[in-house]
């Protein structure tokens, strides 16, 4: 007896360092395994007491205890209430081995998750990076805010851990420091992608098996040209910066991706309710004019009106840190099931009441994004997405019986397209409402200056508007951008400054799709280094021999021709421009709409894969919209004119720069300095 209690010692010791340790590594489910085994081990040699197999519940704290889960009764008894109340236990009273080891399972993810919740709070917040490149490794240094890291490393696991695909990668570690590695095989974010934006990349064109440096390299550039057809800026990002796991641009750009999630259910077509936070004498169009931040402060506050609270929300830093916007907000739009309450405003320590007022979310199954420490903080990424996750999840607007003038505003596909073509340009300020934020000019000014830089006589624009001149001065400046667009030769006969800065659909449009074509344009006209302006018959002509080059038997007429509605043209364009790339067996030839759609899918992924700066939606293929597919066509030409990614020897070496990045980097560096003066000019 002596020497089996030597043994039992021995292993619990073995088992529980080997456990401790590997716990603090990046993957947690190797110690899973191990914890797994030593629950086995513990049951054989001392929980089981009777050695009957089973555990009886009046034993439960005892032999939570044993495996080292040391719970306060009363939670202990909560448990035990669960399963005998809901019959979660396959002999009354009792939890077999099986049972418990899924219980002690659960606690330890419960704990995982909860370390998220609190490592942020220590005080070392904020790290200091040296430049990773081998020029600005020298004097240059990036801010990484721990808390985003946290945060994001924490909303991943929560909402991607049940994916299969990522198995491999998730959970990310309770510090987040794994989520860089995570990032570096591009499956995780083109996960991301597709969960803020559902069906932005297909699916079979992300390489998950065989990866090789090539292949994720590639994932990687889809991922990256996704982004920016979503309306991500992502000027000076490339792969390699996502290979090496840069921290600055990763969080970077996990922010904008998983805020255009958040934010793309804040229109009246997701929540007709929003009408609801009209003022009086307001129309439709004046909410549609409100950022996402704007709405979501005047949504917090019509609760805190309907909650009898005079207090006001006016921004989600510093009027949130004591936590009282936050507690009556939660109690508003909770359910009376809920049994959320304002226990949070009797704690006068203010780190203790935002823990208090989160475990109230937490009732609502929204505690993401935040600490105690963000709130009393004021960190403003995290606390916006926080309030637009609430109102995601819990509205609490009333729908109204009929909305007058809806059909007229609802964001139509065209109208998202170029929206997201003109923030991935990375223009100031960021455009919500196309007709609204185009008004006085100073985005299209920023656009004409991509295109021809130096077009732009800057000293003549108004950037700051006086209060008793400023729509004069929007007006001259739109007169200006109309001016602009004649010395480019655009087709704006009946257009005036007027209608942009009256907002006129129509013909808003129209000069937002010349100047998208004249910037596709001008990109090739780059590449091709020829001294002329490429026309779209010409377009047209290098398709049809790239594709004869190739053996492929399809061709092209025009950017009208009914044979690009099944997609296959462009599929065929892809494999022409590199070789192999098509998986043919996934290629559709049934010829009915679904089938061409998802072949459209597929081939606009398959060519943002390759590199090409595709913006067009499947739809605009299977629909022929000529202008759309006209731009598809140009992204490939131009990716033609760049030295092609199988020039790389070798899959065990570093693959060249994704094209996409060459072309942005080349076009933007003028819009970057009058961005920055825009933003600094115009913020009041």
């Not at 929540?271 to 549609?288: K, S, T």
């Not at 001294?531 to 009208?560: C, D, H, M, R, Y």
């Not at 598809?632 to 020897?649: E, G, K, R, T």
């Amino acid at each position: 007896m002596h020497d089996s209690c030597k043994l039992y010692a021995s292993i619990r010791f073995v088992f529980v360092f080997v456990f401790v340790f590997l716990t603090n590594s990046f993957h947690f489910r190797f110690p899973l395994l191990v914890y797994l085994t030593y629950i086995r081990i513990h049951r054989i040699l001392y929980i089981d007491a009777n050695k009957d197999g089973f555990i009886d519940l009046s034993e439960l704290k005892e032999a939570l205890d044993q495996v080292g889960f040391k719970l306060p009764g009363y939670q202990v008894r909560e448990m035990i209430d669960e399963f005998q109340n809901k019959q979660r236990t396959s002999h009354q009273g009792k939890l077999n081995i099986e049972e418990f080891e899924n219980l002690c399972l659960d606690l330890k993810s419960k704990d995982v998750a909860s370390t998220f919740k609190t490592v942020v709070s220590k005080k070392e917040n904020l790290e200091t990076l040296g430049g990773m490149s081998s020029i600005s490794s020298e004097g240059t240094t990036h801010s990484v805010r721990l808390e985003e890291q946290l945060a994001f490393s924490d909303w991943i696991n929560s909402n991607l851990g049940h994916d299969q695909d990522l198995k491999h990668l998730l959970p990310i570690d309770a510090e987040g420091k794994h989520l860089y590695h995570a990032i570096k095989d591009g499956i995780l974010l083109c996960k991301i992608i597709n969960h803020s934006c559902p069906d932005t990349i297909d699916e079979r064109a992300i390489n998950k098996k065989n990866l090789t440096v090539y292949r994720e390299f590639e994932n990687l550039t889809l991922a990256l040209v996704s982004s920016q057809a979503i309306g991500c800026n992502i000027v000076n990002i490339d792969a390699h910066d996502l290979a090496k796991g840069k921290p600055h641009l990763v969080l970077g750009l996990l922010w904008q991706i998983i805020r255009i999630g958040l934010f793309s259910h804040i229109t009246l077509d997701s929540c007709p309710g929003l009408a609801g936070l009209l003022f009086d004498n307001e129309r439709l169009e004046d909410l549609m004019k409100l950022s996402p931040e704007a709405i979501l402060l005047r949504w917090v506050n019509h609760h805190l009106e309907r909650a009898g609270i005079s207090r006001r929300c006016t921004n989600f830093q510093s009027d949130i840190v004591d936590s009282e916007i936050y507690s009556h907000l939660l109690k508003q739009i909770a359910g009376n099931d809920a049994d959320v309450n304002l226990d949070a405003l009797r704690e006068s320590d203010l780190t203790s009441r935002a823990e208090i007022m989160l475990q109230q979310a937490a009732k609502l199954n929204c505690r993401s994004f935040l600490t105690p420490q963000d709130v009393v903080n004021g960190v403003y990424k995290l606390n916006l997405a926080f309030v637009a996750n609430l109102f995601n999840n819990h509205p609490g607007l009333d729908r109204p019986e009929q909305i007058d003038g809806l059909e007229s505003i609802e964001e139509t596909r065209e109208e998202k397209t170029y929206r997201n073509w003109m923030n991935s340009m990375g223009v100031s300020p960021h455009v919500n409402w196309l007709y609204s934020d185009l008004a006085d000019g100073l985005v299209i000014f920023q656009l004409f200056d991509i295109i021809k830089p130096g077009i732009v006589n800057w000293p003549r624009v108004h950037k700051r508007f006086t209060p008793l001149r400023k729509f004069m001065e929007k007006l001259e400046n739109c007169n200006y951008a109309v001016d602009l667009g004649k010395q480019l030769k655009f087709s704006l006969v009946g257009i005036a400054g007027q209608d942009l800065n009256d907002g006129n659909a129509t013909l808003t449009l129209a000069l937002i799709w010349q100047l998208m074509r004249a910037y596709t344009l001008s990109i090739l006209s780059r590449l091709a280094n020829s001294g002329n302006p490429i026309i779209e018959k010409e377009i047209v002509q290098w398709v049809n021999s790239k594709l004869s080059a190739a053996g492929k038997t399809s061709s092209l007429k025009n950017f009208n021709d009914s044979a690009i509605a099944d997609g296959k043209i462009v599929i065929d364009l892809i494999d022409s421009i590199k070789e192999g790339s098509i998986n043919y067996e996934l290629v559709r030839t049934g010829g009915t709409e679904e089938d061409n759609l998802a072949n459209a899918k597929y081939a606009i992924s398959m060519a943002r894969k390759i590199g090409a700066r595709v913006y067009a939606l499947p739809e605009d293929i299977t629909e022929v919209k000529p202008k759309m597919v006209m731009t598809v066509f140009a992204c490939m030409m131009a990716l033609d004119y760049i030295p092609n990614m199988d020039s790389v020897p070798n899959q065990n070496q570093e693959p060249i720069a994704v094209v996409n990045d060459v072309t942005i980097n080349n076009t933007n560096s003028h819009n970057n300095s009058n961005s920055n003066n825009i933003n600094n000019t115009n913020s009041n």
